[in-house]
């Protein structure tokens, strides 16, 4: 590995970690940035996770894949007994590991070019990090001793793996019946990611006017029903003057 990949593979951990953990400040502080943008996971799961009261019976297990480093597993850990939480980012996984055993990580802060600022994020309390298993692994080669589950969470994974219809085929045997399957992305193909002609739509060979949504719903629909959907925004932090802003399509799915 040179030592630019290297560097290039720190940042973005750092990144990750500002993302999922940061205080609105520490993420951006222009008085003027773009209000409800901050703490995306947490909002993926208050929104879209029906609360325990609201199901037949109590979740038992959550399982996040494309957890990253962790947040939403730790959301999770408040509503169930279990969480699996699966990347096959061995970098991601091990800070994901130190903020469960500490609960707090020092993040380099990208200003601009290679000047940073040191920043320290923790998790908040309520937490039950004890519940949490993180796992290396792929979410398109997921064991079958991991069994099924309650809620199944793919936040911004869709978009991200080689095969993301074969993905969603092969979710369905890990959500339980009546089990809820979240799902969050803001669709951002890129070849760099997943081949042009596995694109859910976007492609020059896509079907005209034919969405992601679409396909999603097309792969889906025969074993789980739409229970909701709403847009969910979020930034994610290049350096002090350059931004992501973007807006994934949330969705709550149940197993029939």
């Known amino acids: 590995?040179?030592?630019?990949?290297?560097?290039?593979?720190?940042?973005?951990?750092?990144?990750?970690?500002?993302?999922?953990?940061?205080?609105?400040?520490?993420?951006c502080d222009f008085p003027f940035k773009p209000p409800g943008i901050e703490n995306f996971l947490q909002r993926v799961v208050d929104q879209l996770v029906l609360p325990i009261?609201?199901?037949?019976?109590?979740?038992?297990?959550?399982?996040?894949?494309?957890?990253?480093?962790?947040?939403?597993a730790f959301e999770l850990s408040r509503r169930v007994d279990q969480v699996i939480a699966i990347d096959r980012s061995e970098r991601l996984i091990a800070a994901a590991k130190e903020l469960q055993k500490t609960g707090e990580i020092a993040v380099s802060r990208r200003i601009e070019g290679e000047i940073v600022d040191q920043q320290l994020v923790r998790l908040d309390a309520g937490y039950r990090a004890t519940v949490i298993e993180f796992q290396e692994g792929d979410a398109l080669a997921l064991p079958a001793a991991l069994g099924s589950f309650d809620i199944v969470?793919?936040?911004?994974?869709?978009?991200?793996?080689?095969?993301?219809?074969?993905?969603?085929?092969?979710?369905?045997?890990s959500v339980r019946p009546e089990g809820q399957l979240i799902v969050t992305s803001p669709y951002t193909w890129l070849p760099q990611f997943t081949p042009r002609t596995l694109w859910l739509a976007g492609s020059s060979t896509s079907a005209e006017g034919r969405t992601s949504f679409d396909a999603m719903k097309e792969i889906l629909s025969s074993e789980f029903s739409l229970e909701d959907r709403r847009d969910l925004p979020f930034l994610i932090r290049e350096h002090r003057r350059k931004y992501q802003w973007s807006v994934a399509d949330g969705m709550r799915w149940r197993r029939r």
Do not use: I, W
Request: charged content about 25%.
């Open 53 to 72: 009261e609201g199901l037949s019976a109590r979740p038992k297990r959550a399982l996040d894949l494309g957890c990253a480093v962790g947040r939403a």
């Open 153 to 173: 969470l793919m936040a911004n994974l869709v978009d991200r793996v080689t095969d993301p219809a074969q993905l969603l085929r092969k979710v369905t045997m």
């Open 1 to 27: 590995m040179t030592v630019e990949t290297d560097y290039e593979a720190a940042a973005t951990l750092h990144d990750y970690l500002l993302f999922h953990y940061g205080s609105p400040d520490q993420l």
